[in-house]
């Protein structure tokens, strides 16, 4: 069985401050994926990142920044000088293949204050 | 990626009633899914939604009470049977196309049962 834990319920940080979300993941799976999702107080759902368990590579795209370490089951994900904006339900999630259905974790509820 | 939309898009149902929920892509898609998104928890899936023959449902979940329709490669229904106030949530739909692409979701139907 798959599952993802978010341990982190709630963040608040003052604006430019960085701020780490981390995610532990659970499978028997050799193939895997990792997601990071946005929730926006309007509701949808923002995808942000998929990783596949053979690319351990980090990743940058602009403010934001992954951290995916198998020998740890983790896959942290860093917003670097936080915005306002920022404020959401961030959301780790996991699938045994590409096409498969979404494991979610309880999801983390980041506020950003000015 | 592909466009996904919802409709409803927000609902206030009576006791005992029963409201069906589309979802249309903008695209052929693989695979669909449906999700539960109860007040402050995370995402739950409730089923896969097959082209052409019966949704596989997820443990705690029934055909009787969340039948699911997909007649082709771009559209899909859940019906929510004989609604009661627990089924107050968000239900969201998502795709993914089979092409390599995340898996996206629509914008999702907030349904509240009085």
């Known amino acids: 069985a798959q599952k993802v834990t978010q341990a982190q319920t709630e963040i608040s940080v003052v604006e430019k401050e960085d701020v780490t979300l981390d995610c532990v993941y659970e499978?028997?799976?050799?193939?895997?994926?990792l997601f990071w999702y946005k929730q926006p107080p309007s509701g949808e759902l923002v995808f942000l990142i998929r990783r596949n368990s053979f690319d351990e590579q980090n990743e940058i795209s602009g403010r934001y920044s992954w951290n995916f370490q198998k020998s740890t089951s983790s896959f942290n994900f860093t917003i670097t000088a936080s915005q306002v904006v920022d404020s959401a339900v961030y959301f780790c999630?996991?699938?045994?293949?590409?096409?498969?259905?979404?494991?979610f974790g309880k999801g983390i509820t980041l506020s950003v204050r000015p | 990626s592909a466009v996904i939309s919802q409709k409803p898009s927000r609902d206030i149902c009576q006791r005992g009633t029963s409201l069906t929920i589309q979802c249309q892509v903008d695209?052929?898609?693989?695979?669909m899914f449906w999700y539960r998104q109860q007040p402050g928890q995370s995402l739950t899936l409730i089923a896969t939604?097959?082209?052409?023959?019966?949704?596989?449902?997820e443990s705690g979940f029934v055909i009787d009470k969340f039948p699911i329709s997909r007649p082709n490669l771009t559209f899909s229904t859940l019906t929510v049977s004989n609604m009661s106030p627990e089924d107050s949530s968000i239900y969201l739909c998502s795709s993914v196309t089979g092409d390599g692409q995340p898996q996206h979701f629509g914008d999702g139907t907030r349904l509240s049962i009085l």
């Open positions: 695209s052929q898609v693989t695979m």
């Open positions: 499978t028997r799976d050799t193939t895997y994926y």
């Open positions: 999630a996991l699938s045994a293949g590409a096409n498969s259905k979404l494991t």
């Open positions: 939604a097959n082209q052409g023959s019966e949704a596989t449902y």
